[in-house]
């Protein structure tokens, strides 16, 4: 069985920072491209940060240069540094796994993680 279990989120303030971990089980972790998503209130998903099974990795403009992606294959985690954090970061962080991050290409998906950006 499939699970995606995130963990990480909470209240930063403006210019703070979170590390998000989606710990994965159910599947050959290694294997697959693994990425993150969010969603704000009232907004659609939006992809954020994605990492082949081979490290490669690519961001959205809005948050290259403050966010960095990585993962640990021999503990089936993926992570998501958030450094600068803004309150336009606030936003529920879905973690999913497939062959890549673009429609159709997530296969699982995780039940997400708060975060919050506010003084």
């Known amino acids: 069985q499939v699970q995606l279990v995130e963990s990480g989120g909470g209240l930063a303030q403006p210019g703070g920072s979170l590390r998000l971990s989606c710990a994965a089980s159910?599947?050959?972790?290694?294997?697959?491209?693994m990425s993150w998503a969010r969603q704000a209130p009232g907004k659609g998903l939006e992809w954020v940060s994605g990492?082949?099974?081979?490290?490669?990795?690519d961001y959205a403009d809005s948050v290259k240069g403050r966010f960095t992606i990585s993962r640990d294959n021999a503990k089936n985690t993926v992570y998501l540094q958030m450094n600068s954090l803004k309150p336009e970061d606030t936003a529920l962080y879905y973690c999913g796994a497939g062959t890549g991050w673009g429609q159709n290409e997530v296969d699982f998906w995780g039940q997400g993680t708060q975060v919050t950006v506010s003084s």
């Open positions: 159910g599947f050959t972790f290694s294997s697959y491209a």
């Open positions: 990492i082949y099974d081979d490290g490669i990795t």
